[in-house]
């Protein structure tokens, strides 16, 4: 009995069977329809769990509740006991318009306050949120380096996001304050955290949301915020800007300002901000630009300029951000027989602060480049073969010279690759000039210099050469020239099929004829040159001859002088028609006299002694019972005197003397014994 069972507990929900009493059964049992013996009973067992008929939507979690009665637990931001409504959408900033909310809290929302929100957008700025009581605003959120969210708190501590949200997606914000730390969140991704002072909110603090009602004071936080907010929320309270109908704890509405419902989009393409005929397809406050070829670019803004064919034939077309340069392919060199000179349009914005060149000659002395502008010039020129740099830049009336010389002699008909810089970046530095990519010399400027500035100021660039009657004339080959990344261009504008459009570029003072194509020398092997059958090589206004074995000389006019290998080791050479003839020094024999004469050959030494060898000379080792020089003397006994003092013996057929211990020799002999 329902009106009885309050202070009961619920009814049975649930199936019996096989209910005895005394042997009868009881249940289950068949009765009339109308019998009140039995209510709400039925018969088998059929109920199941409510929750295996999904009732959940959006991805609720279904929690069942006994038989008949479940629970969803609803993913933000839905809501609804089937998780069905969904929280509504608020637009800030539509079509621009400065917009907020302002809610009020109704009680103490304790110890930890935990502040979330789903925001859409593609702003990098803009103010999201500030909790302020009258004194202070206490917490804030807004956006900054880009799109990422900035916290701060206490007026003072402050943390910023590590993912940026302004990709126009949603993302969960979370800003959780506890009595000693604060930690932001995004879609569940911490990230980061800070030590902070207590923060107490009281009923009557104020939540300003999108902006502040001072459009100066939100200005200062990147302006209103342009964007969506959905599902807001201090601890468990809702802040809604549009209610849904299902009740739910929320905070006080006090004002909605601009703020629209949904989350509409701007049309971004009203503004027509695509270029050069792109078509625009809007996005949520955005827009994509379809281009037409040739262009690139966000906005279209880009034009592919090469692939206007805009260079002459020869010429490689190189694209720059903000237009194009005809090239001619490196080292596809260029033939400079007259002087070409420059002038940069008043534009330059950059400092110069780079010279690059390549180049090939024979000539030992010649100008290169050469810039002046009243005291300042920079001047790269062959002296003596050797290049050398020569720069007076600096302050107007406090300039300073720098010079600086190749190492090696670079005149050679060979290429040269040159680069002069700064050493540092700093205002005034070293110069240092390259050649051939080693840093082959460094400037002797103890001083630092300036840019190359007084370039931009007007100053006209000379290639090849200060005027036809100076004498210094390149005659030459001239790779790419360039000035502070600025290519200085062989050509005239009046040759391109387009102008080059970019602010920044050197422009070609005209002059009667041009600077031929190729590289080539003088025509140094026709008529070949070498004489009796020798091969010319072209080395590039020099050429050399290959010549037969039987001649010589730089034309192979001379015969060849088999002395002049110097054949003869230890000896004079005479040349003769065909080879040579060597007249040995004293000692040495061989064709070539390089050979030592054996001395011992025809050696006297007589039968049975040994020849050793010497230098021009001979010495014979005797056998025992032979001396003499050939040893061809037969060796006698030796005769035995008695002296007074001590008895001894004489050699070699010598007689005791009378003088006592010694002997008187045969001829050719000698000694004491
Ligand atoms: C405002 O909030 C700050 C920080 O929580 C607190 O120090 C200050 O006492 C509060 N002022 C009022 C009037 O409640
Ligand atoms: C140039 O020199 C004069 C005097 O010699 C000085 O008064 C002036 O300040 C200097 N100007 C610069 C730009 O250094
Ligand atoms: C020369 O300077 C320009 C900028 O002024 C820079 O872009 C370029 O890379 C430099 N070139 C060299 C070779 O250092
Ligand atoms: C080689 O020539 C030098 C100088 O003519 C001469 O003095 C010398 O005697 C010569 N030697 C020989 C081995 O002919
Ligand atoms: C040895 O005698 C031969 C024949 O007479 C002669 O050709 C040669 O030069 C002599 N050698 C020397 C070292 O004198
Ligand atoms: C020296 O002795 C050798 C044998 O040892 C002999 O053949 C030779 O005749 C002797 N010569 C003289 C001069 O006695
Ligand atoms: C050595 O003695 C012999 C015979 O006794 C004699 O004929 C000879 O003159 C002497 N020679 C010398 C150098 O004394
Ligand atoms: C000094 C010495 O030894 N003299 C001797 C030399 O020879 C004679 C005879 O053989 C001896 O009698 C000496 O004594």
């Known amino acids: 009995d329902a009106a009885e069972g309050a202070n009961h507990p619920p009814a049975f929900l649930g199936c019996f069977r096989d209910v005895f009493v005394d042997s009868n059964l009881v249940l289950p049992a068949e009765v009339p329809k109308d019998s009140d013996t039995q209510k709400n009973a039925i018969a088998g067992c059929s109920d199941k769990d409510k929750c295996e008929d999904s009732p959940c939507q959006n991805r609720g979690h279904c929690v069942s509740q006994g038989w008949r009665r479940y629970v969803c637990k609803c993913h933000r931001p839905y809501e609804g006991d089937n998780c069905a409504e969904e929280y509504i959408t608020a637009r800030f900033g539509n079509r621009d318009l400065e917009s907020y909310a302002l809610f009020s809290l109704d009680n103490d929302p304790g110890d930890s306050l ?32 880009g799109g990422r969210v900035k916290v701060q708190v206490n007026n003072f501590e402050t943390l910023v996001g590590q993912n940026t949200v302004n990709n126009g997606h949603f993302h969960l914000v979370t800003v959780k304050l506890d009595a000693t730390t604060a930690t932001l969140s995004q879609s569940a991704q911490v990230q980061g955290s800070m030590v902070i002072r207590r923060v107490q909110a009281h ?28 599902d807001l929320r201090i601890n468990s309270k809702r802040l809604q800007f549009y209610p849904v109908p299902t009740p739910v704890e929320s905070y006080n509405l006090e004002k909605l300002v601009g703020v629209a419902e949904g989350c509409s989009s701007d049309n971004a393409c009203a503004a027509n901000p695509c270029l050069n005929g792109g078509e625009c397809y809007s996005m949520w406050d955005d827009f994509l630009c379809s281009c037409p070829p040739n262009t690139a670019g966000r906005r279209c803004e880009e034009v592919k300029w090469c692939e206007l064919s805009p260079c002459p034939v020869e010429t490689v077309c190189l694209p720059l951000s903000q237009g194009f340069e005809c090239k001619y392919p490196f080292h596809k060199d260029f033939l400079m027989q007259l002087i070409l000179w420059y002038r940069i349009n008043r534009k330059m914005k950059r400092s110069p602060t780079n010279v690059s060149l390549s180049f090939r000659t024979r000539q030992s002395a010649a100008i290169l480049l050469h810039a002046q502008r009243d005291s300042h010039h920079i001047t790269v020129s062959l002296l003596n073969s050797h290049l050398v740099m020569e720069l007076q830049a600096g302050a107007e009336n406090h300039s300073l010279l720098v010079t600086a010389q190749s190492l090696a002699p670079l005149s050679d008909g060979e290429w040269h690759f040159v680069s002069i810089s700064k050493d540092k970046p700093a205002p005034a530095s070293r110069w240092i000039m390259a050649v051939d990519g080693d840093k082959e010399y460094i400037s002797v400027s103890k001083a630092a210099v300036g840019d190359l500035n007084f370039l931009r100021d007007g100053a006209d660039i000379f290639l090849g050469g ?12 001239l790779g790419p020239v360039e000035i502070g990344g600025l290519h200085l261009p062989f050509h005239l504008d009046t040759e391109l099929n387009l102008p080059r459009p970019q602010e920044e570029r050197f422009v070609r003072g005209s002059s009667n004829n041009s600077p031929q194509y190729g590289c080539w ?8 040159p070498c004489q009796n059958g020798g091969a010319c090589e072209d080395l590039f206004d020099q050429h050399q001859c290959r010549c037969p074995s039987e001649w010589t000389g730089s034309l192979c006019q001379d015969q060849t002088n088999a002395c002049n290998s110097h054949p003869c080791v230890y000896g004079n050479c005479t040349s003769l028609p065909r080879g040579f003839k060597c007249e040995c020094e004293v000692g040495f024999t061989g064709e070539q006299c390089e ?44 005769s035995s005197c008695v002296g007074t003092r001590w008895n001894y013996s004489c050699f070699n057929g010598g007689n005791c003397s009378e003088a006592e211990n010694t002997c008187y020799c045969l001829p050719g002999f000698t000694g004491q014994w």
């Open 114 to 145: 935990v502040l979330s929100m789903f925001i859409r957008t593609r702003q990098s700025s803009g103010l999201l949120l500030i909790l302020a009581n009258t004194t202070s605003q206490y917490l804030r959120l807004w956006l900054v380096d």
């Open 203 to 230: 009923p009557g603090d104020l939540v300003y949301v999108g902006g502040l009602p001072d459009s100066r004071a939100s200005a200062s936080f990147g302006g209103y915020f342009k964007g969506c907010v959905q």
């Open 466 to 477: 200060l005027s036809q009657e100076s004498g210094a004339t390149f005659s030459g080959c």
């Open 521 to 528: 020398g003088a025509r140094v092997c026709a008529p070949n």
């Open 595 to 638: 050979a030592e004469v054996d001395m011992c050959e025809n050696s006297s030494c007589s039968y049975g002694a040994t020849c050793l060898k010497g230098f021009q000379s001979y010495t014979c080792l005797c056998p025992r019972n032979m001396t003499g020089h050939y040893c061809d003397l037969p060796q006698l006994p030796a």
